[in-house]
């Protein structure tokens, strides 16, 4: 079992960046593939990057160019630079953690769940 934990969530203005963390504890990322989701109120959840367990990472088409993932396997952490954020980039993000190696955009396709953290952007 994996608990994921994020941080690093709250109100930015538009064109501001924020840091996004998920530690894992329970066990290790190990060779989990590792993902950022997120919601806004009254849509569902939207994929936003994922990183492979090797550090091959990947993005949403939305978020391409501003969003940096990243992951520090000896730390059990992975890291989500958000920069130029938009007021559209308003959700809540969950760290979601893949029992296989390879990405997947896909929600349903992801086994843990962290309990999000909220993310507004001002105009």
């Known amino acids: 079992q994996v608990q994921l934990v994020e941080s690093g969530g709250g109100l930015v203005q538009a064109g501001g960046s924020l840091r996004l963390s998920c530690a894992a504890s329970?066990?290790?990322?190990?060779?989990?593939?590792v993902a950022w989701f997120r919601q806004a109120p009254g849509k569902g959840r939207e994929y936003v990057a994922a990183i492979s367990w090797v550090g091959t990472p990947n993005y949403g088409d939305s978020v391409k160019g501003r969003f940096t993932i990243s992951r520090d396997n000896a730390k059990n952490t992975v890291t989500l630079q958000m920069t130029s954020l938009k007021p559209e980039d308003t959700a809540v993000y969950y760290c979601?953690?893949?029992?296989?190696?390879?990405?997947?955009?896909?929600?349903?396709?992801?086994?843990?769940w962290g309990q999000g953290t909220q993310v507004t952007v001002s105009s």
């Open positions: 979601a953690s893949r029992l296989a190696s390879q990405i997947s955009i896909k929600a349903d396709e992801y086994t843990y």
């Open positions: 329970g066990r290790t990322f190990g060779t989990n593939t």
